[in-house]
Nanobody
Framework: QVQLVESGGGLVQPGGSLRLSCSASGSIFSFFAMAWYRQAPGKQRELVAGITKGGSIDYADSVKGRVTISRDNAKNTVYLQMSSLIPEDTAVYYC???????????????WGQGTQVTVSS
């Protein structure tokens, strides 16, 4: 069983930056993919960014050019570097581990407890 723990959320002003981290208790090396999703109040959980074991990366259109996902298999950690943050980025951000090749539109796999990101002046 893999447990995922997010950290790095908080309150940031518009235009600011944050780096989220996701530490896994077990090995994520064999997972097909890791991803970050977010859920704003009253909205559905949505993909922010995903990275496969082979290094393929997908970003939501709303964050392209502003976020970077990366993974360090040796440290069992996944990162989400976010910059030029806007109020619309306010949400709970969830780390997601996907053992198999399942499309991003499916809420599948292991999930962390989430970390709150609030963008406000």
């Amino acid at each position: 069983q893999v447990q995922l723990v997010e950290s790095g959320g908080g309150l940031v002003q518009p235009g600011g930056s944050l780096r989220l981290s996701c530490s896994a208790s077990g090995s994520i090396f064999s997972f097909f993919a890791m991803a970050w999703y977010r859920q704003a109040p009253g909205k559905q959980r949505e993909l922010v960014a995903g990275i496969t074991k082979g290094g393929s990366i997908d970003y939501a259109d709303s964050v392209k050019g502003r976020v970077t996902i990366s993974r360090d298999n040796a440290k069992n950690t996944v990162y989400l570097q976010m910059s030029s943050l806007i109020p619309e980025d306010t949400a709970v951000y969830y780390c997601n581990g996907r053992p198999n090749d399942v499309g991003w539109r499916f809420l599948y796999g292991y999930w962390g407890q989430g970390t709150q990101v609030t963008v406000s002046s």
